[in-house]
């Protein structure tokens, strides 16, 4: 089964078939098993399932973290398995934001250094929009945390950097993989607020992976996955936690 709304045209996120397999010896593992799935331009989309469902081996195939044992994933109707590794880096760089459960802020840098950073390792030969970056800090809240550096910030402070590092290129799509594991319930609300709201505002398709059923739904669509497939597909209330 393809999981695919209704109104589907040209997903920016296709897989057909998508299984990975792990080797060790004679053991073979196999995460992923044969996931067909589409997500259109601008939709927030969630995975969910419980640890060892496979969840976080889509994550990484649909990023181009690590590659298919088999079927394909297609990118903005680019197919991974025809790239190069240079080729997958630049289409990273290029086309996708990624944000993680742990921060990976350098902490010898402020939070603007670690955003910099970000913005000269994507190859983007124009300048970095400051007047973007602005509109950023405020949509998240950091504007006067900017010069901190990441011992100096709280844990939602440093997920919500982690957010503008992944936002400043302005990328096609946001790949976020546990991005509200390390928080409390307030820094959590406050981080899915900002993800539904940046989703709808930029316009990025949103592909969210958490354990956690009440961070899902905050998207406009919810996977389930359990031994490497998904097994259920519902509607999220595509809304912002309401007590943020």
């Known amino acids: ?48 399932g419980p640890s060892g469902s496979g969840k976080s081996t889509l994550f990484y195939l649909l990023g181009g973290l690590t590659r298919a044992t088999h079927g394909r994933v297609v990118i903005d109707g680019v197919d991974f398995a025809a790239l190069n590794d240079g080729e997958r880096t630049r289409l990273r760089k290029h086309r996708i934001g990624f944000v993680f459960q742990k921060f990976n802020l350098l902490p010898t840098l402020s939070a603007m250094g ?30 006067g945390r900017l010069e901190h550096r990441p011992s100096e910030l709280s844990g939602g402070e440093q997920q ?41 505002e930029f316009g990025q398709t949103t592909l969210m992976i958490t354990h956690n059923p009440e961070a899902a739904a905050v998207a406009g669509r919810i996977l389930t996955m359990r031994d490497g497939q998904i097994v259920r597909e519902e509607k999220g209330s595509g809304a912002a936690p309401a007590a943020v």
Not at 163 to 185: F, H, K, Q, S
């Open 114 to 143: 670690n955003i910099e950073i970000a913005y000269a390792v994507s190859g983007r030969r124009e300048p970095m929009d400051l007047q973007y970056l602005d509109h950023l800090s405020d949509l998240l809240s950091i504007r």
């Open 1 to 48: 089964m393809t999981h695919v709304p209704s109104q589907a045209a040209s997903p920016i996120i296709l897989t057909e078939n998508l299984t990975k397999t792990y080797v060790a010896g004679r053991i073979e593992v196999t995460a992923v098993r044969g996931v067909s799935l589409a997500i259109q331009p601008g939709e927030f989309v969630a995975i969910v």
């Open 160 to 200: 919500r950097v982690a957010i503008a590092r992944a936002l400043i290129t302005r990328p096609a799509i946001v790949l976020a993989d546990e991005p509200t594991g390390n928080l409390d319930t307030k820094n959590s609300d406050a981080v899915l607020a900002m993800l539904v709201r940046s989703n709808r």
